[in-house]
């Protein structure tokens, strides 16, 4: 069985979606942030060192970092599902995506929310957050452009991770109608929909 730690308000969400998608059986063992910090319980540094969440044990196997968890789980359990054949064009684009949602994309995204409780302080960061924020939406507007998912007509395991950045620009998303239909096409399928009752209150969910 699959066990997922899995952390309120936190991209462990996307790999319950995942699951979903895969209909795949798991456990869910739960971790609640601190109401005033926000961070994750030091219950998590039992299961790995850096307390963070998502994590999933598997057959042996515990396996950390988003992107390496939904690769894991798709060339372990996906039989060919949600991602192109390796041989292709398109797995070169998909590989680029699961990398590309937290090396680059997320980092403009966490500052502006890091920053954004600096008061004044922030000012003359904000510029810069607010210059990089335009560079990483508009790349995935653009690349939305007349497609449903990041690969075209199919959903893959690159929407899955890349989809906590349209999330997490929930506030800016109006300026990007792509990225906000694409949003809301993920968030309306009935596999998202059972891993949010099952992961229980997550406010990124519009």
Known sequence: MIIVHHLN???????????????LGYEIRRYQRDAKTRLAPPE??????????????????????SGAIVDYLLRHHGGGRLRP????????????????????????????????????????????IASELAN?????????????????DQLSGADIQMSFVGEAARGLRAGYPAIDAWVRRFQARPAYRRALERGGPYSFAD
């Open 85 to 128: 054949e390796p041989s292709s064009a398109d797995f070169e684009v998909y590989q680029q995506w699961l990398h590309y949602a937290e090396g680059s994309a997320m980092l403009p995204l966490m500052l502006k929310l890091y920053v954004s409780r600096l008061g004044e302080a922030a000012a003359p960061l904000e510029p810069r």
């Open 136 to 152: 990483h939406l508009g790349y995935l507007e653009q690349a939305l452009q007349g497609k449903d998912w990041l690969l075209g």
């Open 9 to 23: 308000d936190s991209r462990s969400q996307r790999i319950l979606w995942l699951l979903e998608e895969l209909q």
């Open 44 to 65: 998590l540094t039992a299961v790995h060192p850096l307390g963070k969440s998502p994590v999933i044990e598997d057959g042996g196997r515990t396996v950390i970092e």
